[in-house]
T-cell receptor
Framework: DVKVTQSSRYLVKRTGEKVFLECVQD?????MFWYRQDPGLGLRLIYF???????EKGDIPEGYSVSREKKERFSLILESASTNQTSMYLC?????????????FGPGTRLTVL | AQSVTQLGSHVSVSEGALVLLRCNYSSSVPPYLFWYVQYPNQGLQLLLK??????LVKGINDFEAEFKKSETSFHLTKPSAHMSDAAEYFC???????????FGAGTTVTVRA
């Protein structure tokens, strides 16, 4: 079974702090994704990566950056956390570039910014 | 660009009753379609997906969905609800030339004993 793990289930940070969310997948997947999930809005794509050191912006990249130095690890960075970034963050991975490829999700990190 | 509309943010069903969750998409070309389920405090898990092989798709836990091109719909059904089906369900769409999954807003299902 594919396993996607996220470094924290719950995180509380203060406004202005730099925040790192880590995601690791163990199935040698090419693609990795970061979403945020908010009630009534579903999941919105922040960034994705289709290869090591490669990244593309999703629908809502403002205020976020990402890093993929190794194939199995994809980090989401909040350079200066703000209260409107309080949300659930979900990481996902998929095998390759085919549209029918399944995305496998981690358990999520619930981030609260005070 | 594609979008996904899930009709009804909350659905309440009795145990043993039919579950019907509605999903409509807007796309100029037939997309790939997915249903995911999210149990409380967990990530998303794939229920089923449509990849153009067959219009009626069977998934896990007796869920199934039918792709209707003329109605641009991909509604999810289960003949008999179980208490363990209480969760949030997301419909998602992806075009063949796109990495991106576009998600609907989600439908929360509660099951009454």
């Amino acid at each position: 079974d594919v396993k996607v793990t996220q470094s924290s289930r719950y995180l509380v940070k203060r406004t202005g702090e730099k925040v790192f969310l880590e995601c690791v997948q163990d199935m040698d997947h090419e693609n990795m994704f970061w979403y945020r999930q908010d009630p009534g809005l579903g999941l919105r794509l922040i960034y994705f990566s289709y290869d090591v050191k490669m990244k593309e912006k999703g629908d809502i990249p403002e205020g976020y950056s990402v890093s993929r130095e190794k194939k199995e690890r994809f980090s989401l960075i909040l350079e200066s956390a703000s209260t409107n970034q309080t949300s659930m963050y979900l990481c996902a991975s998929s095998l390759g570039s085919f549209a029918q490829d399944t995305q496998y999700f981690g358990p999520g990190t619930r981030l609260t910014v005070l | 660009a594609q979008s996904v509309t899930q009709l009804g943010s909350h659905v309440s069903v009795s145990e043993g009753a039919l579950v019907l969750l509605r999903c409509n998409y807007s796309s100029s070309v037939p997309p790939y379609l997915f249903w995911y389920v999210q149990y409380p405090n967990q990530g998303l898990q794939l229920l089923l997906k449509y990849t153009s092989a067959a219009t009626l798709v069977k998934g896990i836990n007796d869920f199934e969905a039918e792709f209707k091109k003329s109605e641009t719909s991909f509604h999810l059904t289960k003949p008999s609800a179980h208490m363990s089906d209480a969760a949030e369900y997301f419909c998602a769409v992806r075009l063949s030339n796109d990495y991106k999954l576009s998600f609907g807003a989600g439908t929360t299902v509660t099951v009454r004993a």
